[in-house]
């Protein structure tokens, strides 16, 4: 297979970025974004050029003018893939986007949770299929070497500050774990919306939480941070294929997180970790007690996290599973 990448420019286009995927030996083209119109124009002209038998069309609302500009360049072969369980939808990009399926060979889903979402929308259930994300499993090795008295007896949350992620409920869990006579101390790890920052700083100062809270901001080599940690948390309100919890699996994190689609799936409750409902404080304080009291569950749960991890969700199966369905499209 021979593969040109096109990326869409936004706003955030980074420069750099794009030119470290270009030193990886990659084919970069960027199209306009100023204007949907302008992106199928540039995405038509470049297919008509490149005559590709498959043309991948990757992410909200990208999946819409990259088909529609296949559909022009009369690209064989049209694959759509979905990142969330939520997408933006209104009417009309809903009508656009299952028109579009009656002419898609191939809508993946990156969980089986997203997967199902997309069936429950409306698409074609014969073309729609999970294919889940993977991570890389080596730089993870150090995990079995790491015994679980060398962890930090703390809680981390890996994630952006964003409206689809719930770290309000965990500060809240906290808080009620405080009352009960534990005093964990929490790291929240990664950057996102200032606006959400700031007002998660102000509910840990409001409760009286600053000596056991840390904003860690952007972590380089966060996967050592993961298993240097007991207990990792993903709170949220919904999720497409949760790449953080699933490295905090493969670090042994005993995990727990909110039963949302794209969670469930990748977390078997009371197996390889907790499911807590979504918005439930009280739940989610009980869930790290009893982890926070039971180091031997934790551990046990972290040791099957990790397990799952590895059977399951690695970039080797990722790219194989892609790799079978363009082949099968050829």
Not at 153 to 159: H, L
Not at 198 to 205: A, D, G, H, P, R
Not at 258 to 263: E, L
Request: net charge positive; with cysteine; proline share 3%.
């Amino acid at each position: 297979m021979e593969a040109l990448l096109v990326l869409r420019r936004k706003r955030n286009t980074d420069a750099k970025r794009v030119q470290a995927l270009i030193d990886l030996g990659l084919d970069v083209h960027i199209v306009p974004g100023w204007s949907h119109l302008a992106t199928i124009m540039a995405l038509y002209r470049l297919a008509r050029q490149y005559r590709p038998n498959i043309l991948v069309a990757h992410g909200f609302s990208e999946h819409l003018w990259g088909r529609f500009a296949g559909l022009l360049a009369q690209v064989p072969h049209l694959v759509h893939v979905e990142h969330n369980s939520r997408e933006r939808y209104n009417w009309l990009r809903l009508w656009q986007a299952k028109w579009l399926a009656r002419r898609t060979a191939a809508i993946v889903g990156v969980s089986e949770g997203v997967r199902d979402a997309l069936v429950q929308k409306g698409f074609p259930e014969d073309r729609c299929m999970a294919i889940p994300n993977g991570i890389e499993m080596s730089r993870f090795e150090p995990a079995d070497q790491i015994s679980w008295s060398e962890r930090k007896p703390g809680i981390i949350m890996a994630s952006r500050f964003a409206r689809q992620k719930d770290q309000g409920t965990l500060v809240k869990a906290l808080q009620l774990l405080k009352s009960e006579g534990l005093h964990p101390p929490l790291a929240f790890a990664g950057l996102g919306k200032s606006r959400l920052i700031k007002k998660i700083q102000q509910q840990v100062q409001a409760t009286d939480l600053e000596s056991q809270v840390q904003f860690m901001g952007q972590v380089q080599g966060l996967h050592e941070t993961l298993m240097r940690h007991q207990i990792f948390v993903l709170s949220t309100h919904y999720e497409g294929m949760p790449l953080a919890l699933v490295e905090a699996m493969a670090a042994g994190c005993a995990c727990v997180a909110t039963d949302v689609v794209g969670v469930r799936g990748v977390i078997d409750h009371g197996i390889n970790g907790i499911l807590v409902r979504e918005n439930d404080a009280q739940a989610l304080a009980s869930a790290l007690n009893q982890l926070l009291q039971n180091s031997q569950l934790a551990r046990q749960l972290g040791n099957a996290a990790r397990a799952k991890a590895l059977s399951s969700y690695t970039l080797q199966q990722m790219h194989q599973s892609y790799a079978t369905l363009l082949l099968s499209l050829k």
